[in-house]
């Protein structure tokens, strides 16, 4: 087994400046999409809806609903254009894509792309969240640092830091326009990226369809104060560079400690893949915590100096999934899912290898006993759960979704969390979509299915 461990670059860290005192930033403004007003001769290529999805695997594919506060352009290749927006600023949105759709983003006629690209391991600069300078002499663009990418058909988030070129009283430029930073997905993609001079442009912030379907919701934008540097002023540099860890040619299975929404797991392991399809899991429950995409882990907390924290971090765009187990049995199809196995009804019996170095985790649950296996999903790019049952109760059952909102998108997929991750479950299996005091459940009665189900998570 082979691994890569190495410094991770600062711009995944931060890129903080050391400024001095800096004037407080005016209040976020919400770009209204109840109706066309702010926009600059919408036509008829741009639409307002208030729900929308994309099929992940079918090109083009969209549904929508009739109402307001989701942008949509659906047909042509059209440039819709907002009022000019100060010239420092920065914007957030929410954004849905087509399969193989190339819609972009322009702030201050500087172009980011939002192309489909969520399978690619090493971005181009033409893929998401790529910044294209194709028309200009010089380097053609700069591609993301790496790929935060989410799949088609799911709600992705874009946070843009904008810092216009600057002038002297006499109209001499003396600082050219950049980008401070932008964030996919919570990742940072690009930091202090100096842009070359286009040339005045009317456009403060527009956005572009194009090869298919694109929606753009929660839309926003704020004015930044002008940094006022220190006489120390400079990128931030953190007193010791962050440790990655990256498997290569085979699985990389690490246990530690794991923070995990308001605790910490002290018998959680980590699964990283060459492909980058990695995830963590819970020992004591038989639950699966989260699953990301990208980078496998920092391991500062770990391996510098004693590592006193012992915790491993994701590095990536992470889907939090759930703390609960994943088995249970239940008196009824409606009784409350039990937060935690009680300690005297679970048994860990370790985990074994297949041939290419993937585990499956083997415990008993009460009389049955349990293997619990994950791997990439080749067809859809995500992670494959498998679990064989033997010796089952006949009321025990199995969650694969839980959230405030899970809706049926048809043929076996799932939306979850408004669109936040997909689940798809083979035609065969009946799940029960069921009200929950917090939201919702989608349970698998397992005594009335094979002794294995299976189901993909995709995002």
Known sequence: MKF???????????????????????????VPLTSLNSFRNAGNDWKLYSWTSMDPQRPGKIKVKPGTGILV????????????????????????????????????????????????????????????????????????????????????????RFRAPRFDASGAKIAGARFEDITLNGVLVHAQTELPDIGKTNAGLAFKGEAGPVAFRNVSYRQLPQAQPSPSSGRYRPATNPISLDPTDSPYILRSFLNFNSGKRTHAVSVGSPGGINYSYDLKQGTLLQVWRGQFLNMTDMWHERGEPQTAKPLGSVILLSEEPALAVLSDPSATWPAAIPFDDFANKGYSLDANGLPTFRYRLGTADIADKMEPDANSGGLRRSISIENAPANMYMVIARSKLIEALGKGLYSVNNSEYFIRIPKKTKPILRATASGQELIIPTARQSSQVSYSIIW
């Open 73 to 160: 352009n659906t047909k042509n290749e059209t440039t819709l254009v907002m009022e000019s927006q100060p010239g420092d600023s920065e914007i957030e949105f929410d954004f849905m894509i087509s399969k193989n759709s190339r819609p972009s983003v322009f702030v201050q006629g500087y172009e980011i792309k939002l192309t489909d690209s969520h399978l690619k391991q090493v971005p181009a600069f033409s893929d998401m969240a790529g910044i294209v300078l194709s028309a200009q002499t010089g380097p053609k663009g700069f591609p993301a640092s790496m790929n935060a990418a989410k799949a088609p058909g799911l709600w992705q988030h874009l946070k843009i």
């Open 4 to 30: 890569i461990l190495k410094k991770v670059p600062l711009l995944l860290i931060s890129t903080a400046l050391s400024f001095g005192a800096m004037a407080q930033s005016p209040a976020a403004t919400n």
